[in-house]
């Protein structure tokens, strides 16, 4: 009995495992956009639940730019 075990792996251009530099590229564009997609739900989180006052505040006159003083 030939007792021969040998596999033929076929040559894929696609596959990242093969080529370093497009493993390399893909996981950096990987990671920037999976960066640049988190940063954006944050603010987009904050700026839903920013805080919105319904009343009208009253400032006084010795703090604004152009104070009058008693």
Known sequence: MNSNNTTDFIDNPVDIELNKPSKSRF????????????????????????????????????????PKYK
């Open 27 to 66: 996981l950096f564009h990987l990671g920037f956009f999976s960066l640049l997609l988190f940063a954006i739900g944050c603010n987009y989180g904050l700026w839903t639940r920013s805080f919105k006052s319904t009343e009208k505040i009253e400032v006084p006159e010795s703090t604004k730019n152009t």
